[in-house]
């Protein structure tokens, strides 16, 4: 239905003339009567109004497709930062919608887990902002504590709370109904290393490795993460210098060969190999992974000024490759530069 046919059917269900309506909306009658009648289109700022006195959607006023509605959906958690309670409630009663049609089922389940996760990184935020408030306030108790550790990532001394079983659960679970597919077996043995399961992980290995899209470079520093689960640094070491002289441009090898030195405190060369995976990268837009690894680096340093300068390449790939100057990823980047380069000139002072 088009927008002037779906105005009509709205004002004729809600009782109401064009005139009243004009009223309510404050433009004139006339206004109305060309909506109707196709002559011409609202405003966009009045469009809120118009929703309200039907008590609908913005979405509802226009004749949408469920992929439109879908699109919208995402492409607004993509943006903000926070939905209005209000809008959350639209969002979650359409997606409960689409849930039951078998045509968008797939899609929507994705999206409801995204809205979800959208509204729970909201209140994690505010869960950060507080208990920190809360322990620098009053630091010998522990009153906080474990909310922070839960809000933001921290680690936790509990083997208990600490460890990956039911990931490591869940992900086998999906390895044997999808033994074919290559991406569960990456984030069993992921989980499986975080624990240093290393017998299993290797177990896990040798079955991803045998699956014709297994990459040889990914399997490689797979066994480096084994023999360093083992303790066995040398091995380890080994494997990671032999990958490097067979692969020494490889976009894979560059950045996991990065990771694996960063996670040892082996900055130096963690640093250099992500910068000679940002420099060879020749796909655009690039990915800002390797310039937050080298700007974390330089904060753990205590070189601020460099990880602000890092920081200030990744705000100038979202502007200049991503085409992104507003919006929750492009404001995080700004306050993140911004942060960095305060504390900078803190340190110079």
Known sequence: MEFGKKIRSLRLKAGLTQEQLAERIGIGAQAVSKWENSAAMPDIAALPTIAEIFGVSIDDLFDLTAEQRLNRIEN????????????????????????????????????????????????????RRYAKEAIRMDPGTKDCQWMLIMAEGHAAWDWNFANHGRAIDFYRGITEEHPDLRLPWLYLIDNLLADRRADEAEEALGKLAALPDANPVMTGIYRAHIALARYDEKTADGIVEELGREYPDNDVYLFEAAQYYARKCEYEKAVALYERDFEIDTRRPRFQDALMGISQICEIAGDYGKAAETYGRIVDLLENEWGITEGTEYDAAIRERDRLNALALKKTR
């Open 76 to 127: 607004r958690l993509d943006l903000e930062s926070e939905l209005p309670q209000d809008v959350f409630r639209e969002y979650e009663d359409y997606l409960a919608s689409a849930l039951a049609d078998e045509a968008t089922k797939k899609r929507a389940t994705g999206l409801t887990a995204y809205l979800w996760w959208h509204r729970m990184n909201a209140a994690a935020e505010k869960v």
